[in-house]
């Protein structure tokens, strides 16, 4: 099965949605109705469900993990869900919908090639619906599918199908996706999840399974030049590897060969890559985003937090930049307040410059002349360091160009952004 699982193209989709709008059932009815769960899982849900007092077998028990979620109702953390069929791989990115978790969705969000968006039929666009929405498009995910749950509790009625469709049309035009595709469904009952419902007829499109099956993913283009952030110098004292020094990370784009030239930041010195591994294995090449240890030629001065970089296309190396970031934490964030920033594998101490605008969450515009941020807010800010980072833009190197704050007082991350 694990053979089976790496052969086929994998889709990684996150979860998201407001509070309660049923993302664990979805995930759950998606397994059964797929028949992908065991027996001994399916006794198990019987029996958790019949102890909590379910009328039914309560579905959302397969994707809610902790227990604290399961006495609950909620998810609160981030939970991946894998899913096979005959033809792809899911990777799904189950995220909690309560606005005092989105830190969390983010995190799930950064890595996902598609969002899929629940809304509860009768609640309709919910603030956190519009917050989720805008993040997963701060972070570069060109795609969104939007299911329309609960259906059954709105009699299965088209008109408020398509009230929410072109609500949230609306509100998403004004921003960067290139796909939406919307679909009416009841994860309670199985309604267009795997199999087709007979209770919508006027809805004449795929089911949600078959349209994840056969979505085509376009990942944006991104720089070429290769990024190597160190994460741990390899020098074992040993007799079996008494002159070994090696590097190891996680490729963060482009691709990495024998024999090819790089250059080390931030001393902007250059040698050759000797030798490439993984474990105990020789590679030829290595790219994104795989975990090697890389020996150069020469014995440079390297330490953690260094890039290792190829090609012409080098990152930026500044001192002051802008940034959307995204506040989670009660403090406010204002003007000349000083933090640890984290980027990559290197950390530095900042300070913020000014804060340009916020975001209104529920128009989507930006609102000018703000001079604090409070929890769950979206600011772009300028940014200044201590010493000087090597950076991309979020849109060219999703990892160089990422950062995150951390109060040093509290040692709280309060707050997670995109260079811009």
């Not at 060109?142 to 609960?150: L, P």
């Amino acid at each position: 099965m694990a053979d089976d699982f790496q052969n086929k193209e994998t889709l990684r989709v996150v979860v998201a949605g407001n509070v309660d709008d049923g993302k664990s059932t979805l995930l759950g009815r998606l397994l059964f109705d797929s028949r992908s769960i065991f027996d001994d899982q399916l006794m198990a849900l019987c029996q958790a469900s019949e102890k909590r007092g379910d009328d039914n077998v309560n579905l959302a028990l397969l994707s809610d993990a902790l227990h604290a979620e399961q006495e609950q109702g909620i998810t609160l953390d981030v939970a991946h869900h894998y899913f096979s069929t005959a033809r792809r791989q899911f990777i799904f990115i189950d995220t909690p919908g309560h606005i005092q978790h989105t830190r969390n969705m983010i995190t799930g969000a950064s890595t996902a090639d598609l969002i899929l968006m629940l809304i509860d039929a009768r609640k309709g666009i919910a603030e956190q619906t519009r917050r989720h929405t805008f993040i997963a498009s701060l972070l570069g995910i060109k795609h969104m599918m939007v299911a329309v749950n609960k259906m059954d509790l709105v009699d299965y009625r088209e008109d408020i199908f398509e009230l929410i469709r072109s609500n949230l049309g609306n509100f998403a035009s004004k921003l960067d996706f290139q796909t939406i595709d919307y679909i009416p469904i009841c994860a309670l009952h199985g309604d267009n999840i795997v199999n087709a419902s007979l209770k919508m007829p006027w809805y004449k499109g795929k089911t949600l399974l078959n349209q994840l099956e056969n979505f085509s993913c376009t990942t944006p283009a991104q720089i070429t030049g290769g990024r190597f952030p160190v994460q741990y110098v390899l020098r074992p004292v040993s007799n079996d590897y008494q002159d070994y020094l090696a590097y190891a990370g996680i490729v963060a784009g482009g691709e990495f060969k024998t024999g090819q030239k790089v250059i080390v930041l931030p001393s902007k010195t250059s040698s050759y890559i000797k030798s490439i591994n993984m474990g105990e294995n020789s590679l030829e090449k290595a790219s994104s985003p795989m975990s090697v240890s890389i020996q150069l030629t020469d014995d440079l001065d390297i330490n953690r937090g260094d890039l290792i970089v190829t090609g012409d296309d080098l990152p930026v190396i500044t001192q002051e930049f802008d940034a959307m970031i995204f506040w989670c934490s009660t403090a406010k964030l204002l003007p000349g307040n000083h933090y640890l920033l984290m980027q990559v594998a290197r950390e530095d101490r900042c300070s913020i410059k000014s804060i340009s605008y916020k975001i209104d969450i529920n128009t989507g515009n930006k609102i000018d002349g703000v001079g604090e941020a409070g929890l769950n807010d979206i600011v772009r800010v300028s940014i200044k360091t201590l010493h000087g980072l090597y950076i991309d833009k979020y849109t060219a190197n999703h990892t160089t160009g990422s950062l995150i704050l951390i109060d040093e007082t509290t040692n709280e991350t309060v707050a997670a952004g995109m260079i811009i």
